[in-house]
């Protein structure tokens, strides 16, 4: 086997990851759909043992499907004994009560991982996860210096006047928007091992490109093609996460992520603070530029990085440190998690598209993330620019706070992943974070409090965005049947979401209403009841999903009253 070859052996041109071609030897596509489809014997052959299984237990049956891995079970359960709260078990049709029972929640794995399991999970924990926060870190490092520039010098020293800061914001967005559109198709078909590393290198250009700017127009060139080579790289990450995680897993995962974003803005802040104190005039360059320049030298550093960490997907995997035997346990556990990581449709066949625009996925998911990306007062920069209103701290001082909000945020990020995936209810998180939001922006909104309730308001500012894990996750769980199908649908919900904001941002977050933005806290925190209203149709949509999808999931559903099975095993038999 290639996994005894000293890894850094599979290099291209000495120093690139090549693609590892590592077959099944006992099934060249591990994941077709003939292995995940019990045969039709089993009604033929096994129904009156289903039956009389039935009548002793009807609930908690269990038997082995010849069909599948040893360690599958399936549970026989009564429909007709179902209370009206089980609508609330987001599970209740995602794993039977065997799968479940393997779940503790204060563990990190679950029972019935192997030992070669817990090593490939670690492996990915470190190759994906925590380059991926890093990835983030710089990428919102270079997103939100912005506002630290701002108020470290940047405005009076380009002239920028009135709301230009907030059409700054716009202008990166759109470039950001625009260039998501072609990851519908290279998401699937394209190397991120090569295509994200790539990215990272050109927007650190850009980035360097910033501390040159004497004017508006030419800093607003420069967001703008930062925005377009940093548009989608959020999407990517999470479409690897749910390439090689399992259901309960991946929120975690996809918290540390996350993770990034909060360290970004925190580490803007003390470092242009740091930068502002030490560098500011050395070689006539004032603290801001120097900020662009040193961010975009750790970000063309962490880019580099990328070319050797990032594995690609299961099915093209290039990374130089997982043996051929842990792609291979990868593929199986994509498989026991009812993951597709292959698709038999074109991208321009029309049978896709139709997909697309009937299925309930694009309208409620597309609804559901508009209301997450407005969530949160944030990028708004209200609470730097209500700290310079106080006239009391100095610019290093100001940027220093600055990192008070999203090292607080880091908490409540962890709180609400971490609750997701251990105590198996991803709506519960995401309505715990929202309630917190929603405090804090209407306390904002009304503003004329004293002075220790705002501090206590924009420390709950990151709780908006404590649930966007949950929410990417979960969403790459609905669509897990189709990759190609879960990218395009990835990619429009993350557009509509972030288009939103470009136009919406203008509106209700106007540079000269600050520090008081009575219009962008009061919407922020409708948007986030919003979000948690709608939450409860996801999970409708998603637990009637799911129903249908029972049998894949190791569950058969009987009519107790006739002892007959319910058509989810024919459905999934077809």
Known sequence: MSSLLDPWKRLKWGFLPVERHVEDPENDNILSNSEIIVNKNLKDEDANEAETSADDDESNSLIDDSNSDSSTKFEYRNINDRKWYKFFDEYEYRQNKKVRSQHKWYHWFNENDTPAEKKLILKLDILLCFYSMMAYWVKYLDQTNLNNAYVSGMKESIGMKGNDLVHTQA???????????????ILYRSPMNYVLPALDICWSCFTLGIYKANSVPHLEAMRFFVGIFEA?????YQYLFGSWYKVDEITRRSMIYYIGQYLGVLTSGLLQASIYNSLNMVNGLEGWRWMFIIDAIISFVVGIIGFYVIPGTPQKCYSIFLTDEEILLARKRLKNNNTSFSTNIGFFEKKVWKKVLTSWHVYVLSLWNIFCWNNNNGTSGAYLLWLKSLKRYKTGKVNQLSAATPAVG?????????????????????????????IGNVLLAVWYIPEGAKWFAFILQYTGWAMAPVLYSWMNDICRDDPQYRAIILVIMNILAQTSTAWISVLVWKTVEAPRYLKGFTFTACSAFSLSLWTFVVLYYYKRQEKKNAFKNGI?????????????????ST
């Open 410 to 438: 880091i908490l409540w990020l962890i709180l609400t992943g971490c609750y997701a995936d251990l105590f198996h209810s991803r709506w519960q998180a995401i309505i715990l974070s929202q309630i917190l939001n929603i």
């Open 232 to 236: 989608p790289c959020y999407l990517a």
């Open 171 to 185: 202008v990166f967005t759109v470039g950001a928007i625009v260039f998501q559109i072609p990851f519908m198709y």
């Open 556 to 572: 058969i559903l009987i009519d107790g009253e006739s002892k007959s099975l319910d058509n989810n095993d024919e459905k999934a």
